[in-house]
Nanobody, 125 residues
Framework: QVHLVESGGGLVQAGGSLRLSCAAS????????MGWFRQAPGKEREFVAAISRTGGSTLYADSAKGRFTISRDNAKNTVYLQMNSLKPEDTAVYSCAAEDDSYTIYRSSAQYDYWGQGTQVTVSS
């Protein structure tokens, strides 16, 4: 079982940037496909981005394309989400998740096995 801890959230003005990090406790980090999700107050959790085990493939929600970049450093057991040109509608709790059953990159949160507790991102207008 892997333990995930997110960091890097905070308050930023519209147009600003943040980089989220998700550190995993598991030494065999490369066995996991990793994803980022977010949940705003009163809304369902939604997919943001995902990255394959080696980092060679990525997948983004339409809302994230061109503004967000997911990456991973397997030597550091960490996955990142670089967020640029932030908008007030990006305000949410951002959580990372790990999936260890396949090599497929999934958008569905139901496919992910382990979750972090999340980090708050607030974008002011």
């Amino acid at each position: 079982q892997v333990h995930l801890v997110e960091s890097g959230g905070g308050l930023v003005q519209a147009g600003g940037s943040l980089r989220l990090s998700c550190a995993a406790s598991e030494r065999t980090f490369t066995r996991y496909t990793m994803g980022w999700f977010r949940q705003a107050p009163g809304k369902e959790r939604e997919f943001v981005a995902a990255i394959s085990r080696t980092g060679g493939s990525t997948l983004y929600a339409d809302s994230a394309k061109g503004r967000f970049t997911i990456s991973r450093d397997n030597a550091k057991n960490t996955v990142y989400l670089q967020m640029n040109s932030l908008k007030p509608e990006d305000t949410a709790v951002y959580s990372c998740a790990a999936e260890d059953d396949s090599y497929t990159i999934y958008r569905s949160s139901a496919q992910y096995d382990y979750w972090g507790q999340g980090t708050q991102v607030t974008v002011s207008s």
